[in-house]
């Protein structure tokens, strides 16, 4: 026996969750409450009620649609005869007992319910048809919770098992994650729907604002040519930059970061897959201070103008504008999940304005799979899914392949996305980055970088040209 331990007595409530766990009914003679609080929520006066009114009032079968769907229904009868009932309203033809009796009777499920019989019986049940909404919302409740009851048993399991896949510690917190977001996820609920003449007068006013210079269409991105022609990026869009290594993707994630946080006074996370925090900081203060990156490496390099140039921007640039901090993260084996839950955390504490993905190609999701294109493309698809959720623009570095290097003029296409033409798909615009003076450093146009906007959904497409300022780390617009 063990000294030193407290060995607490089980409780009722404990014994219940061990018997769930392991699969198994709680021992013959314990609590008879421990075998009540297994029963899972239902409410069958509230179905019944709902059934019979769907039968007496085809109003109230739009009403009673709206919140449920036949998943919601506790017994498999109810379910099968919400289903017949749906599909006969949804032919066109008539619903009453009699009908729907020769439909349940006809698929062979009439038996299955009771008979006939049953169907005179939930019309009995119902007080009034005029409060089906009431007991449609009823049976909802009852069908969340049981979906949560559910959800805590899975969880409990994989606590226990994990994946059973060999899958990481972070991939089975993202599968409990999303198994209590999809508790809501059955029921017909209508919280991502819109009416298009109420939206009006909020819009309306949106664009009045827009259209008078007091609010931008989007939050300014760092060059004055590439806002004119997209508007800024807009919350809930998935903005992709790629190019080919050593071209300057990470310089313009560095600026949209910074010109974000520091210029717009917006919230950002970058989260870098190659850079260290240290490197990012330097390369971060060289484009806001405009002091050469090499003589920041350099022993004596800086020269007391550098000094006090740096000083400056640390105090009337980055330190004074508390509203919009920038955070980096430079976890170099950071997955999807990772990203999701702290972006979200970001969010609670501070408030979120952008968020900075560097790069797609080096991302993981800690797990095997099939082929590397279809992780990118899970990725890509999850990034969009992510600046829907926080409302917030996303931008995420991507590689291309050789496709430009074999061109005479070098110039990238859509295309030459690297892994995924899943990317193209799910971004609402492509940048593509194309500098001249890479391929060949006596070109007419050295010093000059091309962002070629190869996709903009909604806009048009453009070619912006800014000035490379690779010195200090920063593009910058000509105009400027």
Request: overall charge negative.
């Amino acid at each position: 026996m063990l000294t030193g331990w407290a060995v607490p007595e089980l409780s009722v409530s404990s014994r219940a969750v061990r018997a769930a766990v392991e699969h198994r009914s709680p021992r013959a003679g314990e609590d008879a409450a421990a075998g009540a609080e297994l029963l899972p929520p239902e409410d069958l006066a509230a179905e019944q009620a709902v059934l019979g009114a769907m039968l007496l009032s085809e109003t109230a079968i739009g009403e009673v649609c709206e919140v449920l769907v036949a998943a919601d229904f506790y017994r498999p009868a109810h379910e099968v005869i919400f289903r017949a009932v749906v599909e006969q309203f949804g032919e066109s033809r008539p619903v009453d007992p009699v009908t729907i009796a020769a439909a349940l009777e006809r698929s062979g499920d009439l038996v299955r319910v009771g008979g006939a019989g049953y169907l005179h019986t939930v019309i009995a049940a119902v007080p009034t048809a005029s409060n089906a909404g009431f007991y449609a919302e009823r049976v909802r409740e009852k069908a969340v919770a049981r979906r949560l009851v559910e959800t805590g048993t899975r969880i409990s399991q994989l606590g226990y098992h994990g994946g059973g896949d060999g899958a990481g510690i972070d991939d089975v917190v993202d599968r409990a994650q999303n198994a209590l977001d999809a508790v809501t996820g059955g029921s017909g609920t209508d919280a991502g729907q819109a009416r298009v003449d109420e939206l009006f007068d909020d819009q309306l006013a949106v664009l009045a604002e827009v259209q008078a210079g007091r609010v931008a269409p989007g939050l300014a991105t760092p060059y004055a040519d590439l806002t004119r022609v997209t508007g800024g990026w807009r919350p809930g869009q998935l903005i992709v930059v790629a190019g080919r290594p050593g071209l300057g993707k990470s310089t313009v994630a560095v600026d949209a970061a910074r010109h974000a946080a520091f210029g717009e006074g917006q919230p950002v996370v970058l989260f870098s897959l190659e850079m260290s925090r240290t490197e990012l900081w330097s390369r971060i203060v060289c484009a806001e201070a405009r002091v050469n990156y090499r003589t920041l490496s350099t022993p004596h390099g800086l020269t007391s103008a550098d000094w006090q140039r740096l000083d400056t921007a640390r105090w009337e640039r980055i330190a004074a504008t508390c509203a919009g901090p920038l955070v980096i993260d430079d976890s170099a084996s950071i997955t999807m999940t990772q990203i999701r839950a702290r972006s979200r955390r970001l969010k609670q504490k501070h408030g979120l304005g952008l968020v900075v993905v560097d790069y797609l190609q080096l991302m993981s999701s800690g797990r095997r799979s099939e082929s590397r294109q279809l992780e990118i493309s899970e990725f890509s698809r999850q990034l969009k899914v992510l600046a829907k959720e926080l409302e917030v623009p996303v931008i995420a570095l991507s590689q291309l392949n050789r496709g430009p290097e074999q061109r005479l003029d070098k110039r990238p296409l859509l295309s030459d996305l690297r892994e995924s033409g899943a990317i193209e798909q799910d971004a609402d615009m492509v940048i593509l980055l194309h500098r001249p003076d890479a391929y060949d450093p006596e070109d007419a146009r050295a010093g000059e970088a091309d962002l070629i906007l190869a996709k903009n959904r909604g806009g048009p497409t453009s070619t912006v040209t800014v000035c490379s300022q690779l010195h200090y780390c920063r593009f910058a617009s000509l105009a400027s």
